[in-house]
Each structure stands twice: as structure tokens, then as C-alpha cells.
């Protein structure tokens, strides 16, 4: 039974996890309204994958209160695991078992749910379903551990990097079956490290950081409260060292200025203004350049601006 869409699908409150050597969450508030689908950013080593195991209740948190659909696991364990779906990160299946014995297994777990060729059907394994399960490849994989999720027909479905190491063609494939689960107005916390997924799927993101939430809303708010509207990304002759940085700075329209890998990296607000200032100030440096392209803000722009990192940096 879907919860009222006034009360939250999923609240955390001051929530800690702490480790031998790091923290890995460190007093994370959080709210994930029903029916929508909420992606959870942040480099290897923000504590997502932690915030996201505490949610499904799979780790105990140090502190901090969890609500998931309006229960708590301290006591309400049993009905909680009935309404969840959960892809894991790594899923670990049985490589002995085939397709259909591997989903009628986890709807054996479910008091209500789907067919276990139905759902296997809705992720186009028809033709896998008496292959076993170490002979699929790694998209076939990933979309298995998605009927594994869904064969519960559950209110919330946790995604935790659900197509990290699948083909474009396949990405696409489970793209699509999240946004049919989407439509049928149930909610999904994803975590990704593709900013074109999140962009597509998610209704608002929270961007982690060292444990603790950094930003939060629409891809787009983010995007225009972050950073201006476009990116120049250049490289020139004997590497930025060469370059008067301060003097692009000054440069009308020009919000930020990094370099990075041999590239430097400019917010700019327009760039009819800004480009040809840019050559006009690198002609009077007397530096050449090897490379310039432009490209529109995007969610990963905002991360490098927030955290000077990029988000998939290990």
C-alpha cells in the first residue's frame, strides 16, 4: 500500500556512521518525498553506499533516526522488507541457479508480487531463462538483479549503481525500466556516477561530500545556483603554467577559473563575449592553443565547483 505523498518516503535525521579509520556518515539529514525518484551523487568515498545500506537496513547506524515509508527498522522490520526493493552495488547470485529459478527464489520471499516469468519479461531475459546465472553477461547481471528487486512489487526501490560497467544500448535498456517504475507512482533512491542518468531519472539530488549532504535540489536548480550557464575547457602550449591565470579571471562574464589535467576549465555567463575576449587576452600572452570546446553546465560541473574534485574520481 502506497503511503500518503504528503508523508515523506524516506527521512533521516542527524544520521552517523562511523568506521575504525573514517566517518563514513556524519550527521546526514535527508528527505525523500513519495514518488519521486531521488539520486544520491558524490565520488567514491562520500558515504553513499553507507547512507543507502542504513536506509535498507542492512547496517546499523552509530546514531540518528531512519524512517522509511513512515516505519522504523527498530520495529517494523518485517513489514519494511516486504515493501522494498533493493539492488545492491554487488549483487551476489548463485551461479548455478538459471534466470527463472534465481526470480522464482526471491518471490518466494514476498507475500505479494509479480510472476516470476512476468518480471522477467519486463526485463528481457525471456530468452535467458534457463541459462545459468554464471553464463550471462554483465549487463544480462545487472538487469537480473533488477527482477530480483521488482519481483516483490515494492512501494520503494533502492538502486545503488545500477548500470556502473553496462554498454550505452544496455544503460538505456534499465533506464527505461526505472522510468516504468517511476510512472506507476512508487519512489526510488538511485545512486550514480553517470551525470546523464541522473539528469534523465532523478527529480532532485543530494551531492555527498566526506559524509555530509553539500547540495540539494532540481538537476537544473543546481546547475544555475552552482554555476554559470556554460563551460570552456581549453589547453594550450607548455601546459597552463604558461598562462597569466589572474588575467583570464578578469575577463568579462567569466565566473571561475581551474586548471586540471593540463586543461583549464572557465564558468562563463556568455559566450559570444566570453570566447573572443579568451583569444584576444591568450594572443596578448603570446600562448597558443591546442585545444578549446564549450559545452553547456551540467551536474558534473557543479561537483568540480563544489568539491574541486570530479565525481568519478576513486
Avoid at 513489514?79 to 534465481?102: A, M, P, Y
Avoid at 508480487?113 to 553464463?135: N, T
Avoid at 544480462?140 to 538502486?159: H, I, T, W, Y
Avoid at 548500470?163 to 550505452?168: E, I, V
Wanted: charged share 30%; glycine share 8%.
Amino acid at each position: 500500500m502506497l503511503e500518503s505523498a504528503s508523508i515523506p518516503a524516506l527521512r533521516v535525521r542527524h544520521l552517523r556512521k562511523a568506521y575504525k579509520d573514517v566517518v563514513a556518515v556524519d550527521g546526514l539529514d535527508l528527505e525523500v518525498r513519495a514518488g519521486e525518484c531521488f539520486g544520491l551523487l558524490g565520488p567514491n568515498g562520500a558515504g553513499k553506499t553507507t547512507t543507502v545500506e542504513i536506509c535498507e537496513g542492512l547496517t546499523a547506524p552509530d546514531s540518528g533516526e531512519v524512517e522509511v515509508l513512515g516505519r522504523q527498522w527498530s520495529a517494523d522490520a518485517d513489514e519494511l522488507r516486504q515493501r522494498l526493493g533493493i539492488q545492491l552495488q554487488d549483487t551476489q547470485l548463485s551461479e548455478k541457479l538459471t534466470v527463472f529459478e534465481t526470480v522464482r527464489l526471491f518471490r518466494s520471499f514476498f507475500r505479494q508480487g509479480a510472476a516470476a516469468r512476468g518480471v522477467i519479461s519486463r526485463v528481457q531475459l525471456e530468452e535467458k531463462q534457463k541459462s545459468r546465472v554464471g553464463d550471462l553477461s554483465g549487463g544480462q547481471k545487472q538487469r537480473l538483479a533488477l527482477a530480483c528487486a521488482l519481483v516483490g512489487d515494492p512501494d520503494f526501490l533502492f538502486l545503488d549503481e545500477p548500470t556502473t560497467g553496462l554498454d550505452p544500448q544496455a544503460r538505456r535498456q534499465l533506464w527505461e525500466l526505472i522510468e516504468e517504475f517511476k510512472k506507476s507512482g512508487r519512489t526510488i533512491l538511485l545512486t550514480t556516477h553517470y551525470m546523464d542518468e541522473a539528469e534523465r531519472l532523478c527529480d532532485r539530488v543530494a551531492i555527498m561530500d566526506h559524509g555530509k549532504e553539500i547540495a540539494l535540489g532540481t538537476p537544473r536548480e543546481l546547475i544555475a545556483s552552482t554555476c554559470a550557464e556554460h563551460m570552456v575547457e581549453f589547453a594550450v602550449e607548455n601546459a597552463p603554467n604558461a598562462l597569466d591565470v589572474q588575467a583570464l579571471r578578469r575577463i568579462e562574464g567569466v565566473r571561475d577559473v581551474r586548471t586540471e589535467n593540463g586543461f583549464v576549465r572557465m564558468q562563463v555567463t556568455e559566450l559570444h563575449t566570453a570566447v573572443p575576449a579568451l583569444l584576444a587576452e591568450l594572443t596578448r600572452q603570446n600562448v597558443s592553443l591546442t585545444e578549446l570546446r564549450t559545452h553547456s553546465a551540467t551536474l558534473e560541473d557543479v561537483f568540480v565547483t563544489l568539491t574541486g574534485r570530479h565525481l568519478r574520481d576513486e
